[in-house]
């Protein structure tokens, strides 16, 4: 919502609250505006009408949060959303071509979960267990209210490989809204790792210990 918009909010705002036998003051709309600037009008009151009709919600005066809720669904909800999205990309698209969505979470979470190749490459039978660890990952970031930094693309075999070499990277398949896409990729982290991985052998864990051993009998 934009600042014009603040009439017609507590316009609305007010009549809900009204159905409820509630009055609401210049300082609770200000606050209820703000909380929910991010929405437009239109969605406010979708929002506002589901909360409303919900029959588990109905009986209660609204709150920010619960409009959210009803605007964007619950984490669940989003989660599956998102499983969705990413489902379809597996079956249609595939480990060979690099992915990206229209939400950047997607990407953190598969990121965090092994990478685009490593959950294409999952049988039949592993599938749903990826699918429940997806789901968790996915609401404990929204929980959270963080994305992090993310990878800008979710790299296939074919782009792994073109790199490896010095080739060009191909094209990637934008999945959903392809404008969003567009903004998650231009956000994202060209070399990115979720988690720094190295192998260590034991001479040079030893090794290092030696020498940490030395500068401290020096400084003593």
Request: aromatic share 10%; glycine share 6%; with cysteine.
């Amino acid at each position: 919502m934009q600042e014009v918009d603040k009439r017609e909010f507590a316009e609305v705002w007010g009549a809900a609250w009204t159905m409820y036998g509630k009055s609401v003051s210049p300082q609770l709309l200000s606050i209820a505006f703000e909380a929910l600037r991010a929405y437009s009008i239109e969605e406010v009151r979708i929002g506002l009408t589901r909360h409303i009709q919900s029959p588990d919600t109905g009986q209660f005066f609204p709150k920010p949060a619960d409009v959210i809720k009803h605007i964007d669904g619950n984490s669940g909800s989003r989660a599956m959303v998102a499983w969705n999205k990413v489902d379809k990309a597996v079956r249609q698209v595939g480990a060979w071509t690099s992915v990206m969505f229209d939400d950047a979470l997607i990407h953190r979470v598969i990121s965090d979960m092994g990478g685009w190749v490593e959950l294409c490459k999952v049988d039949d039978r592993e599938y749903p267990f990826k699918q429940k660890e997806f789901l968790t990952r996915y609401q404990t970031y929204l929980l959270r209210d963080e994305v992090g930094e993310y990878p800008r693309l979710l790299q296939g075999i074919a782009d792994h490989q073109n790199q490896q070499k010095g080739f060009d990277m191909q094209a990637p398949v934008a999945v959903g809204d392809w404008s969003k896409a567009a903004q998650v990729y231009t956000r994202g982290i060209t070399d990115f790792s979720a988690v720094p991985l190295k192998r260590i052998s034991p001479k040079a864990i030893q090794a290092l210990l030696g020498n940490q051993l030395e500068d401290k009998n020096e400084n003593d």
